[in-house]
């Protein structure tokens, strides 16, 4: 059974940083593809970074969010810099087994739970 689990969400200002984790078991991050989403009140659930053996951001958080992987420890982290009010939004991890980059929310199988991410103007 996979299980993906979500920490490091908070509150932060404006121009701060957060680093959030994605530890996974019963699915092996390096031989899969996970992605970051986000999603804030009113408004659909959207692609924000994803990583196999390449990145791919999208363009309202590249330069400020950078999304690596600890394969020793089989988690995911989405470093996020220079926040802004508008990155405010519930941040989940989704993990898929195809080894291929995906910006859909039904091109993933396994998500997690959510961490609330809260940037202060």
Not at 30 to 55: D, L, M, Y
Request: proline share 2%; glycine share 10%.
């Amino acid at each position: 059974q996979v299980q993906l689990v979500e920490s490091g969400g908070g509150l932060v200002q404006a121009g701060g940083s957060l680093r959030l984790s994605c530890a996974a078991s019963g699915l092996t991050f390096s031989h899969s593809t996970t992605g970051w989403f986000r999603q804030a009140p009113g408004k659909e659930r959207e692609f924000v970074a994803a990583i196999n053996w390449i990145e791919s951001y999208a363009e309202s958080v590249k330069g400020r969010f950078t999304i690596f992987r600890d394969n020793a420890k089989n988690t995911v982290y989405l470093q996020m810099n220079s926040l802004k009010p508008e990155d405010t939004a519930v941040y989940y991890c989704a993990a898929d087994r195809a080894y291929a980059l995906r910006r859909s929310t039904n091109q993933y199988e396994y998500w997690g739970q959510g961490t609330q991410v809260t940037v202060s103007s």
